[in-house]
Every structure is written in structure tokens, then in C-alpha cells.
């Protein structure tokens, strides 16, 4: 039977911030809501690998106006999302049992009406709704 783990956090990108969010109370007092990599035990290999990704994926943003589409082709997407994909496993593998790592990483895709944007980003006008 697996112990059960001390601390509990959640991995996901979010715009200019972390990628690691407490959940439980244990991981709060010691790390806060919002966990730099830093304070985590990673190893310095990683934590350069996971403030890569951060800023990596702050790129995918259309930091001009974020409603309109952003700049990624599928491929950087894929090639994104297998990084981050990589950088959990090492994660959980590093960070051992004390942690669990709850995986709510949600894939980036190229936005279907990126050649119309880039046709006329002016004149943009999206032609369905985003969920």
C-alpha cells in the first residue's frame, strides 16, 4: 500500500505565474497558495527546466489583446505539451511520496482561426464563441 503523501499540489500553466498551486493544508503552510519551483526539493536541473516552460508557455498568450488567437502552430503546441507532459513525470519522480502532484495540465492547441487573425489582425473578428 502507497503511504499516504504529506503534501498535495496541482500542476498547470497559467499566465505569468506558477505552474505548482497547494491544495492541501500542509502544502499551504509550508509553500503558500502559489509554489515557486524554488521551494521545492527539485533538483537545480529541474527547477531551470520548469521556469523554461513557465516563460515558454507565457508565449502561447496574444499578450496584445488575449481574446484574440495566439501565435502557436499546432506544432509548437505538441511540442510544448510532450515537454510539460516530460517535466511532470520528472516532477513526481523527484518530489518522491511525501508529494502528491495532481495533474490538471490542460494541452495547448494552434486556435482554429489563427490564419484569419494573421490575415488582418486589425480587423479580426472571431467567427465562433471560445468555451
Not at 1 to 22: G, H, L, N, T, V
Not at 76 to 93: H, K, S, V
Not at 99 to 104: C, H, K, L, Q
Request: charged share 30%.
Amino acid at each position: 500500500m502507497k503511504p499516504e503523501a504529506q503534501y498535495i499540489i496541482r500542476y498547470w500553466f497559467e499566465w505569468a505565474a506558477e505552474c505548482f498551486w497547494s491544495v492541501n493544508d500542509a502544502a499551504r503552510e509550508r509553500f503558500g497558495y502559489a509554489i515557486i519551483p524554488e521551494a521545492l526539493p527539485l533538483s537545480a536541473q529541474t527547477i531551470e527546466l520548469v521556469n523554461e516552460l513557465i516563460s515558454w508557455h507565457d508565449h502561447a498568450l496574444n499578450w496584445e489583446y488575449p481574446p484574440d488567437p495566439g501565435p502557436w502552430r499546432q506544432e509548437e503546441c505538441d511540442r510544448f505539451n510532450q515537454a510539460a507532459r516530460n517535466l511532470l513525470a520528472t516532477i513526481r519522480q523527484e518530489l518522491g511520496e511525501q508529494f502528491e502532484v495532481i495533474d490538471d495540465f490542460v494541452e495547448e492547441v494552434e486556435d482554429p482561426e489563427l490564419d484569419a487573425y494573421l490575415q488582418d489582425p486589425q480587423g479580426f473578428v472571431r467567427q465562433k464563441q471560445i468555451d
